[in-house]
């Protein structure tokens, strides 16, 4: 790293330490409205903060990796869900890959198993910083005088930085309002955009989306506001899909165009469209090979070798 970029990101912490101190900017971290359509603007980007509980009092060192994010088994009881997200330096204009994400949490009736590794572990960020794990929803538990509501204890490690110890919580959870640390909306432990929405799929599982904002060496894929003026993916389904996905997209100006397919690990899985096209509307069709893996795989279209826009898709079938 250069000290050009060395003095930018010094510049950009201190910043973001700064503003959390006096708590002048919400410092939280992106609800769902930037991973689900690919966008990420100055206006949503925002440092993420750490919970007011900390680590707390059930974390176990060394949990297993999940190589395939399931952090709960296919048996473990409870309403399904799943968290997509993605991993970006403090300004939002790079991705960063490699990074851990340790999570743990209660089963469905708010119990934490603390002899063994149930509904614990960690994933990575792939090289596109994307992430994405499955599990239950997390139960109440008593809490003094109430219960804490839903949640999930995270720990990120961006490569070769600080680890950050949080909490992500849930949009319309009764407790939320008088748990001491879930409740704060201002200062280094505001949690306000740590409680993100849920949706229910087709498949009848809760989907959330939460992007971690961090200090880390980055990487960029030049998406930020890029679809609004170069092009965009308008639609892709149907969505969960069995074996043949439709994708409708749009080019703005004539310019070499990219349509590709990532898996969650960001291994490129196909290669739609590499041509150069003019400014219009296309449709392109995905029939994955029978080979092919069910599970969560994400639809990337570049312009002029950028990457401007992006869908999450899932494929049952």
Known sequence: MDTKQKARRQFLKNISLASLSFGLIPA????????????????????????YYGEGPFYTPNPPFLADGMLAGSNEPGTRLIITGQVRNLDCSEVIPETRIDLWQADDAGAYDNNGFNLRGYVLSNSQGFYMFETVLPGHYPNGGSYRPSHIHVKITPPGFETLTTQLYFEGDEYIPTDPAASITSG????????IPLTMNNLGQYEGTWDIVVDGDGVSTGMNDLHTEKGMIYSAGPNPFTDKLEINYGVFRDAKVGLFVYDIHGRLVANLE??????????????????IDKGYYFIALKINDLQVHYLKVLKVG
């Open 28 to 51: 939280v971290v992106k609800g769902s409205d930037g991973i689900m359509s690919g966008e990420t603007t100055a206006e949503n980007c925002f440092v993420s903060t750490q919970d």
């Open 188 to 195: 280094p432990y505001d949690a306000t955009h740590r409680i």
């Open 274 to 291: 590499e041509k150069f096209l003019a400014s219009e509307k296309y449709l392109a069709e995905w029939k994955p090979d029978s080979g």
